[in-house]
């Protein structure tokens, strides 16, 4: 027999051996009306109710962290009982499972692609693909900046295993030796470190995006945009690529 939902019981037999009551039927056919379902219990067949789920935990994440986010909230996100989340998830660590598999390494892959997809030996070329391929993933998923904050870079991190085992190694390896060559082949200022410029690339875009609450609030809404910023790291980078130290 098929697993039922949560909270659902099989009709039993009434004292004395007689039977429940036969449902109504409406229209032609002789077909039982629909019974009603309750709030948060949609069939496990419903095509959009996972998805559902995974963004309202993505949405607390955000909010309040990994950490401080339990069943209950992401119920309370997406209007299902915390019953419906077990029942297609079992738990809160298969959920963040799913979270990162389908809407974090997405991201993380859509940025290595547009870095690495060039073999061109031109620093700033690099540079500005890791910029423009930054703000194109936070102009689709203004939630990324704010969670890696959160999760990778502070303290007790749930993300940060994930970032150092798995994400960025092999990304970081690849763009440092880049710059390597390029400043070999004396195209990069001699003065610059090759492995700390892939630090200065995440500061001039993640932790602007993610700041961009506070310093829209300080210098204006509206005055400074996330376009600003991209042109204000380009003409940074491009200064310091061609400086001799």
């Given at each position: 027999?098929?697993?039922?939902?949560?909270?659902?019981?099989?009709?039993?037999?009434?004292?004395?051996?007689?039977?429940?009551?036969?449902?109504?039927?409406?229209?032609?056919?002789?077909k039982?009306?629909?019974a009603?379902?309750?709030?948060?219990?949609?069939?496990?067949?419903?095509?959009?109710?996972?998805?559902?789920?995974?963004?309202?935990?993505?949405?607390?994440?955000?909010?309040?962290?990994?950490?401080?986010?339990?069943?209950?909230?992401?119920a309370?996100e997406?209007?299902?009982?915390?019953?419906?989340?077990?029942?297609?998830?079992?738990?809160?660590?298969?959920?963040?499972?799913?979270?990162?598999?389908?809407?974090?390494?997405?991201?993380?892959?859509?940025?290595?692609?547009?870095?690495?997809?060039?073999?061109?030996?031109?620093?700033?070329?690099?540079?500005?693909?890791?910029?423009?391929?930054?703000?194109a993933?936070?102009?689709?998923?203004?939630?990324?900046?704010?969670?890696?904050?959160?999760?990778?870079l502070?303290?007790?991190?749930?993300?940060?295993d994930?970032?150092?085992?798995?994400?960025?190694?092999?990304?970081?390896r690849?763009?440092?030796?880049?710059?390597?060559?390029?400043?070999?082949?004396?195209?990069?200022?001699?003065?610059?470190?090759?492995?700390l410029?892939?630090?200065?690339?995440i500061?001039?875009?993640?932790?602007?995006?993610a700041?961009?609450?506070?310093?829209?609030?300080?210098?204006?809404?509206?005055?400074?945009?996330?376009?600003?910023?991209?042109?204000?790291?380009?003409?940074?980078?491009?200064?310091?690529?061609?400086?001799?130290?």
């Amino acid at each position: 027999m098929g697993t039922r939902p949560p909270g659902i019981r099989t009709p039993s037999r009434a004292a004395g051996g007689s039977r429940p009551p036969a449902p109504r039927r409406a229209g032609q056919g002789g077909k039982a009306a629909p019974a009603g379902r309750a709030r948060g219990r949609p069939p496990r067949s419903a095509p959009d109710q996972e998805q559902r789920l995974i963004d309202a935990a993505l949405a607390c994440y955000v909010r309040q962290g990994i950490g401080a986010t339990r069943i209950r909230d992401i119920a309370s996100e997406a209007g299902v009982t915390p019953a419906m989340v077990h029942y297609y998830f079992g738990g809160a660590r298969p959920l963040l499972d799913r979270v990162i598999a389908e809407r974090l390494m997405p991201v993380f892959g859509a940025v290595r692609e547009a870095i690495l997809g060039t073999e061109s030996a031109d620093p700033l070329e690099l540079a500005t693909r890791f910029v423009d391929a930054v703000f194109a993933v936070v102009e689709r998923h203004p939630w990324w900046p704010a969670l890696w904050v959160r999760e990778v870079l502070s303290e007790g991190g749930a993300l940060r295993d994930l970032l150092v085992a798995r994400v960025a190694p092999d990304l970081a390896r690849r763009i440092v030796q880049r710059f390597a060559y390029a400043q070999r082949e004396g195209l990069m200022n001699p003065g610059l470190d090759p492995r700390l410029v892939m630090v200065t690339l995440i500061g001039l875009t993640l932790f602007p995006a993610a700041g961009a609450p506070i310093w829209q609030r300080i210098f204006g809404e509206g005055r400074l945009t996330m376009d600003d910023v991209r042109r204000h790291a380009l003409a940074l980078l491009a200064a310091g690529f061609k400086g001799v130290a």
